[in-house]
């Protein structure tokens, strides 16, 4: 009996290392599709046959494609989110040029992988998706750093105490998603996507600055 258990407890570890490798040849297989094929051009029965693995277990191991987008786009993010909790305590300046450098560095930072985020915004209109999906929009982070920088902007005097501050980062999250269109029409670059939310960013603060 003791060496049977032995042989269980050594076996479920196995299986646990098993299951984690066939969770990380699914993300790696879905992170090219999606940055290849986008997110709609993208299905279950592709990922597991460029992850090598059946469609089954791709099931056992996600919900669905939206969460799976969501597992490759949370290990980038988290990336970017600690360069900008780095960074952004440092900035000087008006409100709306702190959020210009934010805005800035996410452009450059998904500049490499563009197509892969425009998959991450597509998802956002994805009605059949899980609670546990969090496409662009579901990502609490991005809206609680643009938040900290306006409540800072508060306290310097250069936003309105009386704006009504989720409102503004609803506008500026939806121009920053709308930017990204002219990947798509016109093959913008990091730098023109900045100069043109830049802009929408002048527009928007002249709401919010004080009267």
Avoid at 22 to 48: K, N, P
Avoid at 126 to 133: C, E, M
Avoid at 161 to 187: F, N
Avoid at 191 to 210: C, H, N, S, Y
Wanted: proline fraction near 4%.
């Amino acid at each position: 009996m003791k060496a049977d258990a032995d042989n269980g407890s050594e076996r479920t570890p196995a299986r646990r290392s098993q299951k984690e490798a066939t969770r990380q040849r699914v993300l790696a297989a879905a992170r090219e599709l999606f940055d290849t094929h986008g997110y709609q051009g993208t299905t279950i029965r592709e990922i597991a046959r460029h992850a090598g693995v059946a469609v089954g277990s791709v099931f056992t191991t996600f919900a669905s494609k939206g969460e799976i987008l969501s597992e490759v786009m949370q290990s980038r993010l988290d990336r970017l989110y600690g360069e900008l909790d780095r960074v952004m305590p440092h900035l000087r300046g008006s409100t709306a040029d702190r959020l210009r450098t934010m805005f800035a560095i996410h452009f450059n930072f998904e500049a490499p992988n563009v197509r892969l985020f425009l998959s991450h915004i597509a998802a956002a209109y994805d009605w059949t998706l899980p609670p546990t999906a969090r496409p662009y929009g579901r990502t609490p982070r991005l809206q609680e750093i643009i938040l900290e920088c306006l409540d800072k902007g508060v306290h310097q005097g250069d936003v309105r105490p009386e704006a009504r501050l989720q409102d503004i980062v609803d506008l500026l999250m939806s121009a920053y998603a709308w930017t990204y269109r002219l990947v798509v029409t016109e093959g913008a670059d990091a730098k023109r996507l900045t100069e043109v939310m830049d802009r929408q960013i002048g527009l928007i603060a002249e709401g919010f600055q004080p009267r």
